[in-house]
């Protein structure tokens, strides 16, 4: 059994290190708290604590204080789930930690075996959230595959990004910017090599259009009946329109589709997309996630940061997931 003497001594090392760390590489301390679980073990739980501290430590925007560390240093400090639900535990343990921010949050699994992840970076001075992340995934696998993801996307908001041409004479990237072969926010809708593009599409029924199904609309897409491309970027007219990836700009008609939807799904019928960054408004809209406006009879969202105005508003997981008639606000 170690001595309470001997942890000191090991928490003090381990502090100044920390500190000798940020010093050497203007980075912030960071280290990621144990999560509130539900329906979900705790050793499920410390999987994903180790795994989003590798991928923090990865992303090279941080220094890191792993787990063991982290228990090390809290010392006496009781640590429950009341605490890791509570700001200014957070905070307190955070300065005991000698870290900048920490990471919080929820991890949940819902009947249907889907996983929600939900986290907040937290700014140990103030007490201020600076940056959050919500997903859900269908097995534990998938979640533990996107901590890369989750992590960039608290990075990007710990600090003012470096200007790119500073990053790359120090042979790094902007915090802000993904690093070489990373993907981006909305990665799953873009293509793995460039499209061919064209500014112009036709279609009577898909495949009957002017260009093929993989060309990429970079200005008008008119559609007699159905329609289906990669990406576009523009403005999109037609009975039933469909883009598997990115759709940035108008999209108008009876039933329309996309990947992602980028500013506004205006089709009068259904309006189905993976993401909304944006709006959409119809009759019914559907988006596993929402990051934006829906407006129509009934609107149905994974997760929702932003409003749902409709007879029947529904969200399926995380912090906001629910019935509410009328109005509903999720931030």
């Known amino acids: 059994m170690i001595s309470r003497n001997a942890r000191a001594i090991v928490a003090a090392v381990l502090g100044i290190a920390c500190i000798a760390g940020v010093a050497a590489q203007e980075k912030p301390v960071l280290s990621v708290l144990d999560l509130r679980i539900n329906d979900v073990s705790r050793d499920e739980m410390l999987g994903v604590v180790d795994g989003l501290t590798a991928a923090l430590f990865q992303s090279g925007s941080f220094v890191v204080i792993d787990r063991t560390a982290r228990d090390?240093?809290?010392?006496?400090?009781?640590?429950?789930?009341?605490?890791?639900?509570?700001?200014e535990a957070q905070k307190k343990m955070g300065k005991?930690?000698?870290?900048?921010?920490?990471?919080?949050?929820?991890?949940s699994r819902y009947h249907d075996g889907k996983y929600v992840l939900s986290l907040r970076l937290l700014e140990t001075s103030s007490a201020k959230v600076v940056g959050v992340s919500e997903d859900f995934f269908p097995d534990f696998g998938a979640m533990l595959s996107s901590l890369d993801k989750q992590a960039r996307e608290l990075s990007s908001n710990a600090r003012p990004a470096r200007p790119a041409s500073i990053a790359a004479a120090r042979g790094s990237p902007s915090p802000r910017s993904p690093a070489p072969g990373a993907e981006s926010d909305g990665d799953e809708f873009l293509p793995s090599a460039p499209l061919a593009s064209t500014p112009f599409q036709f279609s009577i029924w898909a495949p009957m259009q002017l260009f093929p199904a993989d060309t990429a609309v970079r200005g008008l897409r008119l559609t007699?009946?159905?329609?289906?491309?990669?990406?576009?970027?523009?403005?999109?007219?037609?009975?039933?329109?469909?883009?598997?990836?990115?759709?940035t700009g108008v999209q108008v008609g009876l039933l329309g589709f996309a990947g992602e939807a980028r500013v506004l799904q205006l089709n009068a019928i259904l309006n189905v997309a993976r993401t909304v960054r944006g709006a959409q408004v119809g009759v019914v809209?559907?988006?596993?996630?929402?990051?934006?406006?829906?407006?129509?009879?009934?609107?149905?969202?994974g997760l929702l940061k932003g409003a749902q105005l409709g007879l029947v508003n529904v969200v399926r997981y995380g912090g906001a997931a629910g019935f509410m008639p009328i109005l509903k606000l999720a931030f």
């Open 72 to 87: 090390a240093l809290l010392g006496e400090i009781e640590f429950s789930m009341t605490a890791a639900s509570d700001q």
């Open 96 to 107: 005991q930690l000698s870290a900048d921010m920490v990471v919080s949050g929820s991890l």
């Open 224 to 247: 007699l009946f159905a329609s289906s491309n990669a990406a576009l970027a523009g403005v999109d007219i037609g009975l039933v329109n469909s883009v598997s990836g990115v759709m």
């Open 285 to 301: 809209n559907i988006a596993d996630r929402c990051a934006g406006f829906q407006l129509g009879l009934v609107n149905v969202s």
